[in-house]
């Protein structure tokens, strides 16, 4: 990680403000889970310790509960992680209807296994659970965007025009924290 | 099509605009909401026999009556966004296309509550719904059917949608009070209920989507009028988000009574098995409850047409029967390995369990573990009791229901379909033949 400051946008810095007045004077905890969201938004895509730290910092809280907290949900990654994250839905329906199949087509199309960064850094693979998009299953998540009924086809596309737009992509889109 | 309370002019280009949702007559039900007494509200969802939609199907006017009110003490709705029931997609749906229904379920319920801050706890997911939310609020703030003294009534309410960040058990509505705390989704002991002590140690109710969307038209027409709908105790209508082998997967509004037969075959639902394949299996409710073979899922034990109802659904107890459940209604066809889709479900579990109790951290992981040597080939002549074992030891002895879901589906995987294990592991040599364990059924005595 560069040596750069850890430091939210102003924008970001307003927004999580104005996330913090939601809850009562005092339970500005309640905010964490959202601050991590625009933590891995702001600081490419995964939590760094330093990060955490920063997010302690700001919630008056002690670093420890924003550990224990990033490793208990799968959306926080704790290790850098590509620009664009493939989640590919591995429960249930999306199972009997081919997600394996999917999985094993990225793995060979990028030269990678599930939890491993292309060498350019450009995709990490991820499988995750049910994402309540069964009826258009097999699915795969990327940033904010569901890629439903996906064949392996359609998942080559899908690689190409992420590897074109070349942009950290996240759960959080940028474009609503401007839009505020 | 039966009647069509939530899903209504849902294909409205613009319903998910307050403009939109108005011009369908949006709002109306809040406006009547607003000129009733609270009490007056609680009683009318009392008469809807509305049950909660997430899963449970606990008497939702009854849940509200249960809120202590000391005084002074300020009380929270809190909504339960946190869909991640495998084969459940029908808040997401209803969120996504027609999100003024849920807020304006949410100020009716707040208002019948006493609540002046509401929140919806999402699942973090589906980070692009919460930005449709917060639009919808925003608009709705606008409107003045949020903030100070709304519509004239005195009434003031502030709305706010709060992301998860991917967890099955913050659905769980202890867990989700954590979660929303800032905290590891751990369900907490109760009680206290969260009625008594929930967010921040405060009063607090936590509902479903489709729940308190269903207050809307409830309110509108009346709980009498609700509770004509439907059969016997399970009234109104039911989101029921159908998916795997059928013709046509998505959500479908039913008027509860519906034989489950028309629903998988009928045009206007499932529009029957893919690729003209026999039905095998359905998971009526979720991931969660008991998987019932071809005949089950159709007929009771007695014989009886099943229907789409909280009471027929369950009739015959796990014996021969299952659950409504949260309405994810997963169907497969004679091509799918019973024993594959649970090793498959038991391996969601493990990944979901908190790590609180033991019996449901270890006995998870230990349940796929088993199952994923016998889909490859390794099982061991005494792995099914092994299993049976595990499940039983899990039931019932967890702080959650996580544990309980855990084990259904391999108790009842093993009650219905025990020859499909056995043949697994005396001839693991057809494990690549997927073919060869179509149709295995068993016809012994059901184990225990």
């Known amino acids: 990680m560069s040596k750069r400051e850890i430091k939210f946008s102003d924008e970001t810095l307003a927004l999580i403000q104005r996330i913090i007045r939601r809850y009562p004077e005092g339970k500005q905890k309640s905010a964490l889970l959202p601050c991590l969201h625009l933590a891995q938004m702001e600081f490419g895509g995964w939590l760094a310790p330093e990060t955490m730290d920063y997010v302690a910092s700001i919630l008056k809280i002690k670093p420890i509960e924003v550990y224990e907290v990033a490793s208990f949900y799968s959306m926080f990654n704790l290790k850098p992680v590509g620009k664009c994250v493939i989640e590919v839905c591995r429960t249930g329906p999306c199972w009997l209807l081919g997600a394996e199949d999917l999985v094993r087509h990225i793995e060979k199309k990028l030269n990678i296994t599930v939890g491993e960064t292309t060498a350019d850094g450009m995709f990490t693979l991820k499988t995750v659970e049910c994402l309540a998009a069964c009826g258009n299953a097999p699915v795969i998540q990327v940033g904010e965007t569901y890629h439903e009924d996906m064949t392996c086809e359609k998942t080559d596309d899908m690689l190409s025009a992420y590897r074109n737009r070349n942009e950290v992509v996240t759960h959080w889109d940028k474009k609503h924290v401007k839009a505020q | ?448």
């Open chain 2, 1 to 448: 099509m039966g009647k069509q309370l939530l899903l209504e002019n849902i294909n409205t280009p613009g319903i998910d605009t307050m403009a939109g949702y108005r011009a369908q007559g949006g709002y109306s039900s809040l406006q009547k909401a607003l000129k009733m007494k609270p009490e007056e509200i609680v009683e009318e969802v009392k008469k809807s026999g509305l049950r909660g939609r997430g899963g449970a199907g606990f008497p939702t006017g009854m849940k509200w009556s249960f809120i202590a009110k000391p005084e002074g003490v300020p009380r929270h709705l809190v909504c339960n966004a946190d869909e991640s029931e495998p084969g459940t997609f029908k808040d997401r749906f209803l969120m996504q296309h027609k999100p003024h229904i849920l807020i304006e379920g949410m100020i009716i319920s707040s208002f019948a509550l006493g609540c002046n801050t509401s929140y919806i706890y999402i699942r973090g997911e589906l980070l692009y719904v919460y930005h449709i939310l917060e639009k919808a609020i925003a608009e709705a703030y606008e409107a003045g059917f949020l903030g100070k003294n709304i519509m004239g009534s005195g009434f003031d309410l502030d709305l706010y949608v709060q992301p998860g960040g991917g967890a099955y058990i913050c659905g769980e509505e202890t867990a989700l009070i954590e979660s929303l705390e800032g905290k590891r989704g751990n369900p907490r002991i109760k009680p206290p209920f969260p009625a008594v002590a929930g967010v921040w140690g405060r009063p607090t109710v936590v509902n479903n989507v489709e729940t308190i969307s269903a207050t809307v038209p409830i309110i509108n027409m009346g709980g009498d009028e609700y509770a004509k709908i439907g059969v016997g105790k399970s009234t109104g209508t039911k989101l029921i988000s159908a998916c795997g082998h059928i013709n046509k997967p998505g959500v479908y509004e039913i008027e509860m009574g519906v034989p489950v037969e028309e629903f998988i075959y009928s045009e206007q639902y499932c529009g029957g098995i893919r690729n003209g394949k026999k039905l095998k299996a359905v998971v009526a409710g979720g991931s969660s409850v008991p998987i019932l073979p071809a005949d089950l899922i159709l007929k009771t034990a007695k014989g009886e047409p099943r229907l789409m109802t909280y009471e027929s659904l369950s009739d015959g107890g796990f014996q021969t029967g299952t659950m409504l459940g949260s309405g994810g209604f997963i169907v497969m066809d004679e091509t799918t390995s019973v024993v594959k889709n649970l090793w498959n479900f038991t391996r969601f579990y493990h990944h979901e369990s908190c790590g609180q109790c033991s019996p449901c951290r270890e006995g998870t992981g230990w349940m796929e573990k088993v199952l994923h040597r016998i889909v490859e080939g390794h099982g061991k002549q005494t792995d099914v009791d092994l299993l049976w074992d595990i499940q039983s030891k899990i039931d019932g002895k967890t702080i959650c229901p996580l544990g309980d879901a855990a084990s259904w589906p391999v108790a009842s995987a093993i009650r219905h379909f025990r020859a499909e294990f056995e043949e697994y592991i005396k001839n693991p040599q057809n494990i690549k033949d997927e073919k060869h364990y179509y149709n295995l059924r068993n016809q012994k005595a059901p184990v225990a």
